[in-house]
Structures are given as structure tokens and as C-alpha cells.
């Protein structure tokens, strides 16, 4: 039977397959941080069980942590204890971690493709629900909560049950000034927040296979955000370029033997997917949210909705509750309305691919004055490697903050958070209610809109700043 | 794990569609290293405003939805991250049943893990269930013969087998898996031949 990329890495990793339809799936790679981990480290030691394969783990301090100076301790007790907690942890259960001082510390997404870690046809897990990043490696890889941690941890296996398939095509070329953020905002716009739910979904088509590997991870990140819990690209020769040489990845005759199973990687040309749908990269164009769901996207040069065209009642009620939220009227042009705040970094959009596109356009400009901007990079490599580039200056000189790696004002579990009613153009991933800081307004945009947006201190067109 | 069984209570009702994680439990709360202590500040934003008061029209801040052991919500409850606080929050509210007509994965298998039973139900039986919030009546569902009883109508749902034993017996899935290091151990030892690059050697 033709089978799908899903299919195989699947079958691949099935250690015990139950006949109640669920499967006991063997786990290569499991990435730990400080959030989600402390209920599952205490639930191995109350049970007296030890972690099984310390070396399949890595653990990295991201969600909480201060992206201020930190040389001199964190100040926030309850961050201290949880960060202090996971370094107690992995102390006492072998694993290794890059702590608050590590150069390799960062985002817990951006690390482990960084350093090697990452590889295709492996199956990643995480306690954070972005773990579909690592799918842009063909790898299976997927969001799990702390029970599920605790049960990596003693099993190095999860009990699961099969998705169904999804291939999400895109083919053409994209415009100049658009970006894989907007075809991943553009395609969730498309199947909604709950059009993945119950699948893992294949990207496919030449536009995919054309994007650099961090494009790919962009797109990938945001899967969870259409419902499926995975989201995977076949990986070919750039992905293997990518990983040679990185400090985790097979050496020698091993790398020679990888890249050889690496290759074998593919969807079956006749497998049959479940859903299956088709986008035309040269109709997308710069995407913004407008409301509270990663669904609510509009083109630049689109208007805010107006609740009164929708006939659905739950839509029409849904779309009300957002703009209230929002502080937005129905059908005011998205381009007239005023930002506060710039936020650049996540682990959608914190690599260095992403900086040096919001670098171009910022290049010997200013923000607005009335903008408080932030550049977070995602790793302690990205930001090295930015300042070697001289991107930090170019930011600094058009008014940013350059900051410490971390989470930050993603989810706002730190300092870097939105007051109330501040509005923001923000490369990350969610623009729920409080997201970002109680009552704080998102906008989800690409890094070079979230730059435009500052120059502006308005949301603005990227393709008018193109230097 | 708490068993589950059977439940009766006047269900609270929030006709919200799209409920998210960060709804649940914002991430303030997040800094816990416990997994207990969670339900005061459950739907904190929507339950509590700027000074830390209750919010009066908030239905769960009002008897006797205060006391509600059933949720029913709008679809596509529990989308976001894969936070298990979100869980734990409902837990420690004292709600272990959720009624909606979907849920998002993660928010859902995070339920089995903690003893709350997710049920999945058309949007027209939602409806006709919030009429017994709306009147303040109990409902009642019993797990072993997967019905809801409310007034003299009664209606079935679907749930996966594994997952009802484990909640009817309130299993250590960790354990059940255990049980099978037999074959992990074959797993690995194949893995460690034919891909030997997996374990960094």
C-alpha cells in the first residue's frame, strides 16, 4: 500500500501496537524547559523511576526567563525557583541542559535544529505545543502535556493514536516582500483554527521545496495554530546541508549512513491523503490578524471585518467579542490603524533569517517615536551570529531594544509583556485575549512588517520599504 | 488518578467558541512547580478584573455554577498550548467533565491524564444541555454506560476504549507502559543497529 512521510516515520517507530487501535511510539529526541517539566520530574520521583535515556533529552531554560541583563541572577522568585528547579532536576537525573549562562541557550525550538539535534524521520517531543517546528526536518514532531513529559521521561515511548492525512500544497513563487509567515497565516486564514484537528499535515509543492530551511521551520511552528498537532516537509538536500557538521549531528561513516536513510524519506507518489488542499503562492500577499484567533487574518490592504455580513450567529458573535477586545470599528482599513509597541523574535520568527529581513528594512531608518520597539533573538548562536553581521547596530540605530534569547513577550510569562489596551505588530505566534499581557492588542505579522509597522507606528505595506 | 464514574451537577454553560489555553489559565500562573492550587485563578482574566475582584455577570463566580462539577462550552475548547495547567486549573475548580461539540488534541488527551472526562457532543444536544444550566437544573453522565441523563431525555457519546478503562479504573499509564519494557528494550537494541546515529555513539 503507497504510504504518506506520516505513514512511514509512523511504522518506523511503533514499539508495541495495541488492539484497542492505539500504539505504545518510540521517542528519539525529547526537549525539556523549565514550564512544563517540574510536575513530571516530581511525578518520576515519587514513583522511584529514573529518566530513561538521559542522552535522547535536552533541556533548555526559554519560557521564563529575563531577556534583561541576567549575569547578576533573576530577580522574579517564582521564575528563580522554576528555572533553579530544572537545573536541580537535570543535576539529578543526568540530562543535559543549557542553562541561564550557556551561549546555546535560547528557544527551546530554535536550539535543537541549531545545534543538530534535530533530525529527519525521528520522532521530537515537547512539553510546548510549537513542537512542530522540527517538522520542517521530516521529522514527527508534536506538542505534549506534562503527564505525557513524565511518560517520555520513564518510557522514552507515548501511547497514541494514528492522525489522519492532510497535504497542504503551495506552488508558484512568492512576491517580493512576502514571506512563509504570511503563506502559514494565509493557509491557517484557509482551514481555520480547527481545520487540522485530528491530522498531521504534509507540506508540499514547489514554493515549499524553494523555501530556505528556517522558512520552512516558520511554517512548520504554526501547524498547532490550524489544530493538527504535527506538520512535517519531506527533507532533501538543504536540510542535509543544514545539519552537517552541527555539534549533535552523525559524524563520520554514521553521517554517511543517515543522510543514505535520509533520502529514503518521501511520500509515496500514489498515497492517498484524507484532506488535501491547493494555494497558489503568487495570490499571497502581506497578512495581519485582525482579532483574537490566529484565523483572523486579512491582506494589508484589506479592511477590519464587519460582524453585521456574517449570517452565522456564533461567527458574527465570535467576530464582536474580537473587535471589542481589539478596540477595533468594523471596516476601518487595517493600514490606518496605530501600533505601540514592535515585538521581534519567537520561535516563529527568532532566527537569523528572520533579523536579517527585518535588519533590510530597518537599514538607516527610525521607528516612529511614539513606537516601543524589542528585537528578542531566539538563541545565544542567532544573536552572536547577528552581531557579527552588524545587525544588532542596525537595529540599535533605528531605535530597538536588543535584547538577551528567551520566549519573552511570545507568551509574556516574563517582564516583556503588553500593558493593557497597548497594541502590537508581533512576529510570534498567538494573538489570543491576554496573550501578551492582559488586555494587550496582537497583530501577527512577518518580521519585515513588524519592521515597516515601527518605521509607520502604523500596520503598513513591507513593499513600499523595500530597500 | 481520581476514578471516574458516574457525576451529577447543575452544569455551568460558556457560550464561547474557541476557548483557549490562555483563557483557561493565563501564563502568570505558569510558574508553579506544583500541579495543585490552580482553580482560583481559572479563567482568571474573564472571572477577575483590574483589582483583583470578582466579576459578577462571570456565570462561575455565582451560585450555583461556583459549585458546577460539568462544563459546557462553545467548540474547539482548549486550543492553544499544550499547557496541562489548563486541566489541572478545571481539576482543582472542582470541574471533571467537559461538554463541547470538539476539542483541540493536546487539551484533550491532557484530560484523560487527570481524570476529567471530555465529551464530545453535536452542537444541537450542546444547546439543548444549556437549557439545564440556563434553569439551574442538574444533569447527570454516567461513564460505563456513556449516556447523559437530563430531565427524562437521555443521550449517548462516543469515547475511545483505552481511554474509558483508564479513567473508570484510574490507571498509571506510565505503569502500563512498563509493562511492555520487554519490547522497548528490543526497540532500542534494533535502533542502536540500524541507526546508530539516533543515540550520538
Not at chain 1, 204 to 224: F, K, P
Not at chain 1, 269 to 296: C, H, R, Y
Not at chain 1, 300 to 316: A, F, Q, T, Y
Not at chain 2, 13 to 34: E, G, W
Request: net charge negative; glycine share 8%; hydrophobic share 35%.
Amino acid at each position: 500500500m503507497p504510504l504518506t512521510l506520516y505513514d512511514k516515520i509512523w511504522e518506523e517507530h511503533l514499539v508495541h501496537q495495541q488492539e484497542d487501535g492505539t500504539a505504545l511510539l518510540f521517542v528519539d529526541r525529547h526537549l525539556i524547559h523549565e514550564v512544563t517539566s517540574p510536575q513530571a520530574f516530581e511525578g518520576l520521583r515519587n514513583s522511584n523511576r529514573k529518566v530513561r535515556q538521559p542522552n535522547l533529552t535536552l533541556a533548555v531554560v526559554d519560557h521564563n526567563i529575563p531577556t534583561t541583563d541576567r549575569s547578576k541572577g533573576i530577580d522574579d522568585k517564582d521564575s528563580r525557583i522554576q528555572i533553579e528547579t530544572l537545573d536541580k532536576n537535570c543535576k539529578e537525573f543526568g540530562v543535559q541542559l543549557f542553562g541561564v549562562h550557556d551561549k546555546r541557550q535560547g528557544i527551546v525550538h530554535i536550539v535543537g535544529p541549531e545545534q543538530g539535534f534535530t533530525q529527519p524521520g525521528t520522532v521530537i517531543v515537547c512539553g510546548d505545543s510549537h513542537t512542530a517546528t522540527h517538522g520542517a526536518f521530516g521529522s514527527l514532531a508534536f506538542g505534549i502535556g506534562t503527564s505525557e513529559v513524565e511518560h517520555v521521561l520513564a518510557t522514552q515511548t507515548l501511547v497514541q493514536k494514528k492522525a489522519k492525512n492532510f497535504r497542504v500544497n503551495v506552488n508558484g513563487k512568492l512576491a517580493v516582500g512576502v514571506t512563509s509567515k504570511d503563506v502559514v497565516l494565509q493557509i491557517i486564514g484557509n482551514i481555520g483554527t480547527a481545520g487540522g484537528t485530528g491530522y498531521v499535515i504534509e507540506y508540499a509543492g514547489s514554493l515549499i521545496s524553494d523555501l530556505s530551511v528556517e522558512n520552512r521551520m516558520t511554517i512548520c511552528n504554526m501547524t498547532i495554530e490550524g489544530g493538527a498537532r504535527a506538520g512535517l516537509i519531506q527533507p532533501d538536500q538543504k536540510i542535509f546541508d543544514y545539519l552537517k557538521g552541527r555539534p549533535m549531528s552523525p559524524k563520520n561513516e554514521n553521517w554517511d549512513k543517515a543522510v543514505e536513510y535520509w533520502k529514503t524519506l518521501k511520500t509515496d507518489s500514489d498515497a492517498k491523503f484524507d484532506k488535501e488542499i491547493n494555494l497558489s503562492a503568487e495570490d499571497i500577499v502581506p497578512m495581519v490578524t485582525w482579532g483574537t484567533s490566529p484565523q483572523d487574518v486579512v491582506s494589508i490592504d484589506g479592511k477590519v471585518p464587519n460582524p453585521e455580513n456574517e449570517s452565522d450567529v456564533d461567527r458574527k458573535n465570535s467576530i464582536e467579542r474580537s473587535l471589542k477586545y481589539m478596540g477595533l470599528e468594523p471596516d476601518v482599513s487595517i493600514k490606518d490603524i496605530k501600533i505601540d509597541t514592535v515585538f521581534i523574535g519567537s520561535c516563529t520568527n527568532g532566527r537569523i533569517e528572520d533579523l536579517r529581513e527585518a535588519a533590510q528594512i530597518l537599514k538607516d531608518k527610525k521607528k516612529a517615536t511614539h513606537v516601543h520597539a524589542m528585537i528578542v533573538p531566539g538563541s545565544g548562536l542567532v544573536k552572536e551570529q547577528a552581531e557579527q553581521e552588524g545587525l544588532d547596530k542596525i537595529f540599535i540605530g533605528a531605535g530597538f531594544e536588543w535584547r538577551e534569547p528567551g520566549c519573552s513577550m511570545c507568551l509574556a510569562m516574563n517582564a516583556d509583556k503588553l500593558k493593557p489596551k497597548e497594541r502590537c505588530a508581533s512576529t510570534s505566534n498567538r494573538n489570543f485575549e491576554g496573550r501578551q499581557g492582559r488586555g494587550g492588542r496582537t497583530h501577527l505579522v512577518s518580521p519585515g512588517m513588524a519592521a515597516a509597522a515601527a518605521i509607520a507606528g502604523n500596520l503598513d505595506d513591507v513593499r513600499k520599504y523595500q530597500n | 488518578m481520581q476514578k471516574f464514574n458516574t457525576l451529577k451537577s447543575i452544569p455551568a454553560y460558556l457560550p464561547i467558541v474557541n476557548i483557549d489555553t490562555d483563557m483557561i489559565i493565563p501564563k502568570q500562573f505558569l510558574k508553579t512547580i506544583k500541579r495543585t492550587g490552580l482553580g482560583k485563578n481559572l479563567f482568571f482574566e474573564m472571572r477577575y478584573d483590574d483589582d483583583g475582584n470578582k466579576i459578577k455577570d462571570f456565570s462561575l463566580n455565582n451560585e450555583p455554577f461556583n459549585n458546577s462539577k460539568i462544563l459546557i462550552a462553545g467548540n474547539n475548547f482548549g486550543c492553544g498550548s499544550s499547557r496541562e495547567h489548563a486541566p489541572w486549573a478545571l481539576l482543582d475548580f472542582g470541574i471533571t467533565c467537559v461538554i463541547s461539540s470538539s476539542y483541540a488534541d493536546i487539551f484533550y488527551s491532557n484530560c484523560f491524564k487527570n481524570g476529567i472526562l471530555p465529551i464530545i457532543l453535536e452542537e444541537e444536544k450542546i444547546k439543548e444541555l444549556s437549557e439545564y444550566s440556563n434553569r439551574k437544573e442538574e444533569i447527570s453522565v454516567d461513564l460505563n454506560e456513556q449516556k447523559i441523563v437530563y430531565g427524562n431525555n437521555e443521550t449517548k457519546f462516543d469515547i475511545d476504549p483505552f481511554k474509558k478503562k483508564c479513567l473508570l479504573e484510574g490507571l498509571d499509564d506510565i505503569a502500563l507502559s512498563l509493562e511492555k519494557s520487554t519490547q522497548i528494550d528490543t526497540y532500542e537494541k534494533k535502533l542502536k543497529e540500524n541507526k546508530p546515529w539516533i543515540f550520538n555513539d
